[in-house]
């Protein structure tokens, strides 16, 4: 087939090393999960997906790495200001000039990246983990291929509205908790050749990665958000980032 999808996946990778309940959830890591949660169902071998953490050089995301990612995947949560401003700013010029996918999860809603790229605060209404339905509201989009009419989470962190993100492009998933409270949980936006998808699950103390739906959305959205346009003639460039 033709080129791979190129998927980087980022955690800050601080809550598992650190935190005893957090390591027995994800030994592997959050990102070492989603990394082998999409190896599993990438059965015709379409994705090559390598992880990067806060700790390791330059945070994780070299050149040489960001300008060979298609997707970026993003979880942060603790350690969101230690994210260097001049890698938010090459992290957004991907997205913006070369089409890099980028897909946020749960707390990243917080991160330099989401707030640089969605030009947000990206504030929310936070609560104690409750039951939730995440609806399927969007029947048909690519990223909601195989999901049913909702999502069942036995406990998941408690996001609400307001939350302050610009209007989304589309709605895809609307959740509710049990104490009443509704939040935007499935988002997606196009700035400049790239497109965005945010989702919420994947508190680190819930097991909402291992959850067969929410697996197959992140899946889908790594095929939705790569690239795919390789050509920019206008430009004498590749959609990869390199000049050719
Ligand atoms: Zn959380």
Redesign the pocket.
């Known amino acids: 087939m033709a080129n791979k999808i190129r998927v980087t996946i980022w955690n800050e990778y601080v809550h598992e090393v650190y935190e005893d309940a957090v390591r027995e959830i994800y030994p592997l890591g959050i990102h070492g999960c989603i990394k082998e949660f999409l190896e599993k169902l990438d059965v015709n071998g379409e994705l090559e997906i390598r992880l990067a953490a806060l700790a390791d050089p330059d945070q994780g995301l070299p050149d040489e790495v960001l300008n060979n990612t298609d997707v970026l995947m993003w979880w942060g949560?603790c350690a969101h200001h230690e994210v260097d401003d001049g890698l938010v700013q090459r992290i957004k010029a991907r997205v913006y000039d070369g089409g890099m996918g980028f897909i946020p999860m749960?707390?990243a809603h917080m991160s330099k990246p989401f707030r640089e790229i969605l030009g947000t605060s990206g504030k929310l209404l936070w609560g104690e983990d409750q039951h939730e339905f995440i609806w399927n509201v969007r029947p048909g989009h690519p990223i909601t291929a195989g999901i049913p009419e909702h999502i069942e989470l036995d406990k998941e962190?408690m996001y609400g509205e307001p939350f302050m993100i610009p209007q989304p492009d589309e709605l895809l998933f609307i959740s509710w908790f049990e104490q009443g409270y509704v939040f935007r949980s499935g988002c997606t936006y196009h700035r400049g050749r790239g497109k965005i998808f945010y989702f919420q699950p994947?508190?680190?103390?819930c097991r909402s990665f291992y959850n067969e739906y929410v697996q197959r959305v992140l899946y889908n959205a790594v095929k939705w958000a790569a690239p795919n346009d390789f050509g920019c003639p206008m430009h004498n460039c590749d959609m990869r980032g390199s000049l050719v």
């Open positions: 949560h749960h707390s962190e994947g508190h680190e103390y």
